[in-house]
């Protein structure tokens, strides 16, 4: 075999095992990836698209949000936070609704007034939510509901058009997938969401 065979072969075997290391490496880099992917939609954050109207004037449907998962394992759900959950009646579906009422309270729904009693607050207090909804809005129903210790009040923002805790009752904890942290899409209202201070 002349020097000319050889260095074609030689090239040619380079290229195999310079081919092959790039496949290698780039099936790692997917492998990798998936797993930070994966990681982060189950443990950290996920998207959720809403559907339906029961969260106007805040959230439309089409709206794309970021849902922080974390926060929750850290610490507990706060009043006026809007979370994204499980509906308790059937798992596969996902809800999204604000937290009114907590572990341990009582909520006392009456003539379009919302009434929290707890341990700090014994005598109740009714709770504002100009900052949120018009004042306009009315809060349909009359509802007195206790919370256990895993259990939350929530309701959506569009009262005559929610179905949520008046209807269906009330949240066990570990339904909630997370709460809504950032809207995404569309571009042009694209939000960061914070605490609400009652």
Do not use: C
Not at 17 to 31: A, T, Y
Not at 141 to 154: A, S
Not at 178 to 186: M, N, T, V, Y
């Amino acid at each position: 075999m002349n020097s000319n065979n050889t260095q074609k072969i030689n090239k040619q075997r380079s290229f195999f095992f310079e081919l092959k290391d790039f496949s290698i490496e780039s099936i790692k880099i997917v492998i990798l990836s998936l797993i930070v992917i994966i990681g982060i939609r189950t443990y950290i954050m996920q998207p959720f698209f809403v559907s339906g109207k029961s969260m106007e004037p805040n959230f439309r449907d089409g709206d794309y949000l970021i849902v922080d998962e974390i926060s929750y394992r850290l610490g507990e759900p706060s009043r006026g936070d809007v979370i994204v959950f499980h509906y308790p009646n059937n798992f596969k579906e996902y809800y999204i609704k604000r937290i009114i009422g907590l572990p341990g309270e009582k909520v006392e729904i009456f003539e379009n007034k919302i009434k929290i009693y707890n341990v700090n607050n014994p005598e109740g207090f009714e709770i504002s939510e100009q900052l949120y909804i018009p004042e306009t809005t009315i809060t349909t129903g009359t509802y007195t509901r206790e919370l256990k210790n895993d259990e939350y009040y929530v309701l959506g923002d569009n009262r005559t058009a929610s179905a949520d805790s008046r209807i269906w009752g009330v949240l066990e904890k570990h339904y909630i997938v997370g709460r809504a942290w950032i809207r995404a899409w569309p571009f042009d209202n694209f939000s960061v969401f914070a605490g609400i201070d009652y």
